[in-house]
Nanobody, 116 residues
Framework: QVQLVESGGGFVQPGGSLRLSCAAS????????FGWYRQAPGKQRDKVAS???????NYADYVKGRYTISIDIRKNLLFRQMNGLKPEDTTVYSC??????????WGRGTLVNVSS
């Protein structure tokens, strides 16, 4: 079964940067939307940013101007560059790839911890 694996999380000081990556463990096809989600303990998971296979992007208001989402469509790789990190950005981030027929894949998440 194909799984998504995130990488690039870790500890960073406020104002710092991180680049998250998400890769599929096997070959998947028909993916039309790629996204990054976050979920803090006790809170509902919400979408941080998304990008379509055609390159259209969408960002949550609280990350606009600080985050950039991108994809390598041939390799089904998803990236997110995060700049100007704030302590409130601390949480687990997961990636999702979704396509035709309602198919979707999720990663298990990577922790980003912003603290001084």
């Amino acid at each position: 079964q194909v799984q998504l694996v995130e990488s690039g999380g870790g500890f960073v000081q406020p104002g710092g940067s991180l680049r998250l990556s998400c890769a599929a463990s096997g070959r998947i096809t028909g993916i039309s939307v790629f996204g990054w989600y976050r979920q803090a303990p006790g809170k509902q998971r919400d979408k941080v940013a998304s990008i379509t296979a055609g390159g259209s992007t969408n960002y949550a208001d609280y990350v606009k101007g600080r985050y950039t989402i991108s994809i390598d469509i041939r390799k089904n790789l998803l990236f997110r560059q995060m700049n100007g990190l704030k302590p409130e950005d601390t949480t687990v981030y997961s990636c999702k790839m979704a396509g035709v027929g309602g198919i979707s894949y999720w990663g298990r998440g990577t922790l980003v911890n912003v603290s001084s």
